[in-house]
Each structure stands twice: as structure tokens, then as C-alpha cells.
């Protein structure tokens, strides 16, 4: 067993000021390995706790929990400071000979994605559907419902007028999922057309904490000089769509998770 292991946060420009860095995994300080003009953010760490049993480890809270707020710490710095192709937590290389041979047989995938991500910055949209809200506007945006709704209020026979409102409740659950799609291709085109890049996630399932079906979970890569403009969008459909069944979650900037994705397996 090695005395000692490499613990791999991320890669980054070999320039990165790391003596600004917070402290990492186990608190013990951040360093870089470097190979050329980019290096690894590393910690190094006693390989008794880490060779081996790592995988029954993760299962322990507490245990995960505090490396994976080490972990985020150094990322969210680097992410900070400059461009950064986030690595998976529990990333751990045998030496450092073994981090830069890493390096060096990945260097031009590894400097064309740091290059990439240094234009702009890592930012989510969600959008749920509220459908007691939007059942009430629904109209606004469906012509068919509009039609219905207007023939329920003019009908004057009792039994006419309860088929129809049989049938309107019907079109009203089929356009509330059409609709609620439909916003979202909108909303996710709108806004890829101010970003570098974008992405979508599984849409996550509703629990208490989610008020409202999510019919949108995506990611952009926005340029740094155009994150007004991306937040000017995002702030108009808020406003046009508040009160009629939508909610917006905007956050950021993150780390690229999602435009560094072929990192992933760098070890």
C-alpha cells in the first residue's frame, strides 16, 4: 500500500495562484502537478484512508460529506479564478509521475476543453409547471381550450353544458402537458441561442420540496460579456409567465460540469 495517494480535483491553466486556494480534502492544502502549460489541482493524502475500502466508505454520511464539501470548495475557487475541467470526487492517482503521465497523454483533449470553458461561465435553468395556476390561464396560450371555455359559458342546456364541461376538463389535462413542453423548448432555445453551449438533464421527479411538475433542467455555457443579456432573457419569461403557471429556478455560475463531460473517466 502506497503511504501516501494524489488526491485530483481538477485540471487547469499551469499558471493558476494556488496559494490562494482553500484548504482540501481532509484539510490539507491544495498544490498543482504540472505538464506544460496545465496542470493538475491536487491534494496529497494518507493512502491508508483511501486504498483500499474506499468504496464501502462512500455509503458512510458523514465520512462523504465532508470531502464532498472539500471537494466543492476547491472547485468553486477554481471555477472563480479561471477555466477548470472538473475531475469526479474520490479522483486518486498513486504518485505524482502517475498525475502527470495523466496529464500528458490527455494534454490535448484536457487544454481544448480549458480553452473552451474559459469563454464563459456554468449556469441552470429549471421551470415548473403549476398546473392549478396554469389551469386558470391555460386559454392564454391554447387556442382549443380558449374555444372550449367560451362554448361552456354560452351554453344554456344543463345537460349540453355539463358534456362540455366533461370534455374541457379532458383537453385541459391533455394541453397542460403539451403546453407545459412546448414552454420549455421555447425557453431552452431562447436561451441557447445566447450560449456558447447548452444541455439538458433528466428532468428530476416531483417531491415535496418541487412545487409543480419540472418540464425544463438545463445547463448553458454563457460568454462572460453576455450574461446580461442571458439573464435579461431569463428575466423576461419570469415576468411574462409568473403568475401564469410557470416558476423559474436560475442558478449560478457553477463549476462546467456539464461542458467537461468527457473528462470524466481522465483517471
Do not use: C
Amino acid at each position: 500500500m502506497a503511504d501516501h495517494l494524489y488526491y485530483v480535483y481538477a485540471v487547469v491553466p499551469a499558471a493558476t495562484a494556488v496559494e490562494v486556494a482553500p484548504s482540501g480534502i481532509d484539510d490539507r492544502a491544495v498544490t498543482l502537478v504540472v505538464n506544460g502549460d496545465i496542470a493538475a489541482l491536487v491534494t496529497r493524502v494518507d493512502g491508508s484512508e483511501y486504498a483500499d475500502g474506499v468504496d464501502e466508505r462512500v455509503a458512510d454520511v458523514a465520512w462523504i460529506a465532508s470531502r464532498a464539501t472539500a471537494h466543492d470548495a476547491v472547485l468553486t475557487w477554481a471555477s472563480d479564478v479561471g477555466a477548470v475541467v472538473p475531475l469526479p470526487i474520490l479522483s486518486l492517482f498513486r504518485s505524482e509521475d502517475a498525475v502527470r503521465s495523466m496529464l500528458a497523454a490527455r494534454r490535448a483533449e484536457l487544454a481544448s476543453l480549458l480553452a473552451h470553458v474559459a469563454r464563459g461561465r456554468e449556469y441552470g435553468v429549471r421551470v415548473f409547471r403549476l398546473d392549478d395556476e396554469l389551469r386558470r390561464s391555460l386559454a392564454l396560450f391554447s387556442a382549443p381550450i380558449a374555444a372550449l371555455e367560451a362554448e361552456v359559458a354560452a351554453v344554456t342546456s344543463p345537460g349540453q353544458g355539463y358534456l362540455l364541461t366533461r370534455k374541457l376538463e379532458q383537453a385541459r389535462k391533455d394541453e397542460l402537458r403539451r403546453v407545459g413542453a412546448e414552454v420549455a423548448t421555447i425557453v431552452f432555445n431562447e436561451l441557447s441561442a445566447r450560449s456558447i453551449a447548452s444541455a439538458q438533464d433528466t428532468l428530476p421527479q416531483p417531491t415535496a420540496e418541487l412545487s409543480g411538475a419540472a418540464v425544463l433542467n438545463a445547463s448553458f455555457l454563457v460568454a462572460h460579456d453576455h450574461i446580461d443579456d442571458f439573464r435579461s432573457a431569463v428575466t423576461e419569461f419570469v415576468r411574462a409567465h409568473e403568475r401564469r403557471g410557470f416558476r423559474v429556478e436560475f442558478t449560478g455560475p457553477w463549476p462546467p460540469y456539464h461542458f467537461t463531460r468527457s473528462a470524466a473517466d481522465v483517471r
